[in-house]
């Protein structure tokens, strides 16, 4: 039973377009939302969070979405510039940081 | 300001041979976590840690698999008796009390043969 989903396994785009990439989740225990990236053969880094009181969070080219009702969150990467080429992992959690579950990743790649 | 230290990086284990993964929080972080990607997948909770204490051992497979956090040293997974299905990245996170990010490590990288 998949708590978070990434329906995309792989997204393609241009350098200097948006790469949106998407997350849906089931539990609507899930409070707190999290993106994170990962380069092959390194750990996943932190990106951008959001609070399920907010509807966005903005940090630099990383914005992220939150639509609670649709239960549904989303990622936008304006430009998108080749070092952004990674595994993206959507990541939920509650009760504070009790239980963290992951997506099983959506992989970018900007194209020059 | 060193971030969460996971050693070894690699290593190279005989079916039926231990393995233990030592992972060092960053400093000030209390809580440890465990999440494994078999090759293709995911990241797959394991196991959630605080100072001597396990909080969620939900994912860990009921045999073969232990895990610590002692009050002094670091947290070591333990994989008894592997076998191939064993062969995986294990990276540890840790997170400070009350905070709601956590913070990976570089990972291990078992390889059984």
């Known amino acids: 039973d998949q708590q978070v989903k990434q329906n995309s396994p792989s997204l393609s785009v241009q350098e200097g377009r948006i790469s949106i990439l998407n997350c849906d989740y089931t539990n609507s225990m899930f409070d707190y939302f999290l993106w994170y990236k990962k380069y092959p053969a390194e750990g996943p880094t932190f990106l951008i969070s959001?609070?399920?009181?907010?509807d966005k969070n903005e940090d630099g080219r990383f914005t992220v979405f939150l639509n609670k009702s649709a239960k549904h969150l989303s990622l936008h990467i304006v430009p998108s510039q080749p070092g952004d080429s990674a595994v993206y992992f959507c990541a939920a959690s509650y009760n504070y940081g009790q239980n963290f579950v992951f997506g099983p990743g959506t992989r970018l790649s900007v194209l020059p | 300001n060193a971030g969460v230290m996971q050693n070894p990086r690699h290593l190279v284990r005989r079916r039926g041979q231990e393995a233990r993964l030592r992972c060092s929080p960053m400093?000030?972080?209390?809580?440890v976590y465990w999440y494994r990607q078999l090759p293709e997948e995911g990241l797959k909770f394991m196991v959630y840690?605080?100072?001597?204490?396990?909080?969620?051992e939900s994912g860990m497979p009921k045999e073969r698999f232990s895990a610590e956090f002692p009050k002094e040293g670091p947290s070591i997974l333990r994989i008894q008796q592997v076998v191939r299905g064993d062969s995986a990245a294990y990276f540890c996170?840790?997170?400070?009390?009350?905070?709601?990010?956590?913070?990976f490590g570089e990972g291990s990288w078992l390889t059984v043969v």
């Open positions: 996170a840790s997170s400070p009390q009350g905070r709601n990010t956590i913070y």
């Open positions: 959001i609070s399920s009181i907010k």
């Open positions: 400093k000030g972080h209390s809580h």
């Open positions: 840690l605080q100072k001597e204490n396990i909080i969620d």
